[in-house]
């Protein structure tokens, strides 16, 4: 199931993201460097801003759509003018990359991080980012196929039980006469 696809690396990247929303007024403050260079070692192990990557050229492609809209007859200054605006901003990746080292410095401790930056580095580590989002696609697929056999079971096994109680009530109750079904009428004689 895709919605289970790296699941570790998004939730690490909507925590960068989060703090970056929040502001970066004196972050450095409550970190030290030694935690920032150790955040560094992690994120690059994890990978985890790697998900940030197309944001510049998806913000390139998007403008000059917009812009060639506007003015079609000057599509290829356009893409060739946002190309060369784009690529004098990626130098900024680099800001992302700092911010994201502050965050991690701030939720781990250094030594959190150097551990954190070991284990994703080892052989292990790397086995698990690669093969994480197929084992959560065929979790995925296994907690759905799961939840389908819950789902038919505690529908069947309430139905049986309800069965058993509504019937033990009709036996257990006494119809009155008057609603009680008449006797069928004589047939007319030919």
């Known amino acids: 199931m895709k919605k289970y696809q790296a699941f570790g690396r998004m939730a690490a990247g909507v925590m960068v993201a989060a703090s970056l929303l929040a502001g970066p007024a004196a972050k450095a403050q409550d970190v030290s460097d030694a935690q920032v260079q150790a955040a560094r ?32 007859n000057l599509q290829d200054q356009i893409n060739k003018t946002v190309d060369q605006q784009a690529i004098a901003l990626a130098s900024r990746r680099g800001d992302l990359e700092k911010e994201a080292a502050v965050v991690y410095a701030k939720a781990f401790t250094e030594d959190e991080l150097k551990q954190i930056s070991a284990f994703f580095n080892s052989p292990a580590g790397k086995k698990l980012l690669k093969d994480q989002p197929v084992a959560n696609r065929e979790l995925g697929k296994a907690a759905d196929i799961w939840a389908a056999g819950i789902a038919r079971d505690l529908e069947k096994n309430t139905n049986d039980a309800l069965t058993k109680i509504a019937g033990a009530q009709l036996k257990d109750a006494k119809m009155p006469a008057a609603d009680a079904p008449a006797a069928p009428a004589p047939a007319p004689k030919p």
Do not use: E, H, R
């Open 41 to 72: 070692a992690a994120i690059t192990s994890l990978g985890v801003t790697n998900i940030f990557d197309n944001i510049l050229p998806n913000l390139a492609a998007q403008l000059k759509g917009q812009l060639i809209q506007g003015y079609p």
